[in-house]
Nanobody
């Protein structure tokens, strides 16, 4: 069973950047596809980005495409989310998630979740 811990959240001005990290432990990281999701107050959790086990396949939501970059370092058991050109509507709690084998855009497909990292974007 894998445990996930996010870090790197914080407060940033609109147009700024943040990099989130998600460190995994307790499992064989390279066999898990990883995803990032976010949830703003009063809204449902939404897909942000996903990456396959080896990093060759990546998918983004339309709302972040071109601004966010997901990557992973299997040697460090870590997945990253580089967020550039942040907008107030990007403010949310960001969660990383893991699932064995292929990646997915559906939160219900992910078995393991971190506790989340708060991202606040001021206008």
């Amino acid at each position: 069973q894998v445990q996930l811990v996010e870090s790197g959240g914080g407060l940033v001005q609109a147009g700024g950047s943040l990099r989130l990290s998600c460190a995994a432990s307790g499992g064989t990281f390279r066999v898990y596809a990883m995803g990032w999701f976010r949830q703003a107050p009063g809204k449902e959790r939404e897909f942000v980005a996903a990456i396959s086990t080896g990093g060759a396949i990546i998918y983004y939501s339309d709302s972040v495409k071109g601004r966010f970059t997901i990557s992973r370092d299997n040697a460090k058991n870590t997945v990253y989310l580089q967020m550039n050109s942040l907008k107030p509507e990007d403010a949310a709690v960001y969660y990383c998630a893991a699932r064995p084998a292929s990646y997915s855009r559906s939160s219900s497909d992910y078995a393991y979740w971190g506790r989340g990292a708060q991202v606040t974007v001021s206008s």
